[in-house]
């Protein structure tokens, strides 16, 4: 909407800045930043309020004596705020006129729509596992589809969805993917992303600290994709208006940096899977939209450790009735073997920006 400015700067000169894409991402974080910031403790006294605390997920699980009791008393459903931020973030600083950014936008609020209800059942009626695993999982598939058939509808897209590019090679491996197993393999990005952040939502901090290094990394190769020269200069795909989606991320970053001022150890409020869900799904979007798929697993490495780590964990107590860590996800493997809670999340950002900076490198070690 603030775009709109550039139109009268032969009355005001500096009003041509909102033709930048960069200066508008800037502006979007920054909005995004302080939106969290100024309204969380509202938010927290809202939730608190209508007793918003979802049950312990550990009860059970681990000894008595690595449940923090405290954070059953902490309100859930936090994403509320980071995805309002993010919304309201976009519309104010983003080409609405983009198709781009209004799949990113509806993918946002249908995620964090399936997040609340899965909250909500958490909440309201103290299950702790809220709605049906596999209801949660089908209408994640459903969205992440509806998300990639618009984007291969798209004149922009539609010819790249059926390309595979991996990291470190300067030309896609695959050119003419079968539609359907392109669909699957983007549906599956999307949703595993999805779910990958919301295993890594266990201690104060982590989930949304990790998904501020993984947005700006793609944040950048959306931008570089949306840049004709820079695109053929690093081998990359070049998709016309793609540097847009640059302000939807910049909106992501800026909201989660003003949630951890909330959500830092000890927090005072976590995000939940309205929060959780949406931040995961969207960045699996821009991994799809920019073919950086697998690169994905590289920049986002602590979201594939938590993942990973309870597939392993399962997969061996069905099949040999064996744990292999202390417990899963990896975070409280860590916690049982002594490590602080401040100690897990710091060194897992420190991976988080290790594994972003060689998701970049990618870019130009080919």
């Known amino acids: 909407m603030l775009y709109l400015l550039a139109e009268y700067q032969d009355i005001f000169g500096p009003l041509r800045l909102f033709e930048y894409v960069t200066f508008r991402a800037g502006g979007a974080a920054f909005t995004a930043m302080i939106l969290c910031y100024l309204l969380g403790p509202m938010t927290v006294k809202l939730l608190k309020k209508f007793r918003a605390t979802a049950p312990s997920r550990l009860k059970g699980l681990v000894s008595e004596e690595f449940i923090d009791k405290q954070k ?143 947005t700006l990394t793609f944040a950048t190769l959306a931008y570089l994709c949306g840049h004709k020269l820079f695109a053929g200069y690093l081998n990359i795909p070049f998709i016309p208006g793609a540097s847009e989606v640059v302000v939807f991320a910049a909106s992501i970053a800026g909201a989660c940096i003003g949630f951890l001022w909330h959500n830092c150890h000890p927090a005072s409020m976590f995000m939940g899977d309205t929060g959780s869900l949406p931040l995961g799904g969207t960045i699996g979007l821009i991994a799809v939209l920019v073919k950086q798929e697998l690169v994905l697993a590289i920049v986002g490495g602590v979201f594939v450790m938590e993942a990973v780590s309870v597939i392993i964990q399962v997969t061996s107590y069905k099949l040999f009735k064996k744990r292999v860590f202390l417990c899963t996800p990896i975070h409280h493997h860590f916690e049982q073997k002594g490590w602080t809670e401040t100690q897990i999340v710091t060194r897992f950002w420190i991976l988080s920006g290790i594994f972003a900076l060689i998701g970049l490198a990618t870019l130009k070690l080919r």
């Open 72 to 214: 059953d008393k902490t309100p859930s459903m936090g994403g509320i705020l980071i995805i309002s931020s993010i919304t309201i973030s976009t519309i104010l600083w983003a080409m609405l006129s983009n198709p781009l950014v209004v799949v990113f936008l509806a993918t946002l609020l249908s995620l964090a729509g399936l997040g609340f209800l899965d909250d909500y059942a958490k909440v309201a009626h103290a299950k702790r596992d809220g709605i049906s695993g596999k209801l949660k999982l089908f209408l994640q598939i459903a969205i992440a589809l509806s998300a990639v058939f618009f984007l291969n509808s798209l004149p922009a897209t539609g010819d790249l969805l059926q390309q595979l590019m991996l990291p470190f090679y300067k030309k896609p491996v695959l050119t003419d993917i079968p539609l359907w197993a392109a669909f699957a393999f983007a549906a599956i990005v999307v949703v595993g992303s999805s779910n990958a952040v919301n295993l890594t939502d266990g201690k104060d901090g982590l989930a949304v600290g990790c998904s501020i290094f993984c």
